[in-house]
Antibody, heavy 123, light 110 residues
Framework: EVQLVESGGGLVQPGGSLRLSCAASGFTLSTYWMSWVRQAPGKGLEWVANIRQDGNSIYYVDSVKGRFTISRDNAQNSLFLQMNSLRAEDTAVYYC????????????????WGQGTLVTVSS | QTVVTQEPSFSVSPGGVVTLTCGLSSGSVSTTNMPSWYQQTPGQAPRTLLYNTNSRSFGVPERFSGSILGNKAALTITGAQANDESDYYCVIYVGSGIWAFGGGTKLTVL
């Protein structure tokens, strides 16, 4: 069974750091693009970052550039999000998600989601 | 800055038909943007509904369908049921490796 399990969330003060992890199981992590998506309390989903299978192609939403770093360890079946210089507006549930690719249609879409981990930035 | 637009809310009667849309603040949504649709109920992770315009994810009922309507992606529910009451999100590829979600549509079935 495919599973994505996030961990590492919690309460952190503004300006602090936190490292989120996503443990993948039931599939070969190295064959998928992966992503972090967040959702502030009562708000919509927001794409945060993508990382290619080999970790050498990475993209971020503008609001986290220079503060967040997405990475992966395919040997350990894990995805990470290092979050530095945290702000109150980073408070959200952070989801780990897998990108699927429909080869016939040349179409990317999310096909698996974790249950999320809550990050609260507050003094 | 690219903004993906969705109706903030919509209401449909049980058994009715409703079409939710996903557009761009500037420009049109096409297959190049690879729009896909997700359903989310409070406290739960999103659930994948549609991709490749009208391909349903595993286990998604046939009453959910997708299309490109004019300059927007569209999600249609035909024969709405009470358990379709959820938030619906689209995500599209805006270019240069960047993706963006719409603000979501809160669907009420009553």
């Amino acid at each position: 069974e495919v599973q994505l399990v996030e961990s590492g969330g919690g309460l952190v003060q503004p300006g602090g750091s936190l490292r989120l992890s996503c443990a993948a199981s039931g599939f070969t992590l190295s064959t998928y693009w992966m992503s972090w998506v967040r959702q502030a309390p009562g708000k919509g989903l927001e794409w945060v970052a993508n990382i290619r299978q080999d970790g050498n192609s990475i993209y971020y939403v503008d609001s986290v550039k220079g503060r967040f770093t997405i990475s992966r360890d395919n040997a350990q079946n894990s995805l990470f999000l290092q979050m530095n210089s945290l702000r109150a507006e980073d408070t959200a549930v952070y989801y780990c998600a897998r990108w699927a690719y429909d080869t016939l249609a040349s179409w990317y879409y999310y096909d698996r989601w974790g249950q999320g981990t809550l990050v609260t930035v507050s003094s | 800055q690219t903004v993906v637009t969705q109706e903030p809310s919509f209401s449909v009667s049980p058994g009715g038909v409703v079409t939710l849309t996903c557009g761009l603040s500037s420009g049109s949504v096409s297959t190049t943007n690879m729009p896909s649709w997700y359903q989310q109920t409070p406290g739960q992770a999103p659930r994948t509904l549609l991709y490749n315009t009208n391909s349903r994810s595993f286990g998604v009922p046939e009453r959910f369908s997708g299309s490109i309507l004019g300059n927007k992606a569209a999600l249609t529910i035909t024969g709405a049921q009470a358990n379709d009451e959820s938030d619906y999100y689209c995500v599209i590829y805006v270019g240069s490796g960047i993706w963006a979600f719409g603000g979501g549509t809160k669907l009420t079935v009553l």
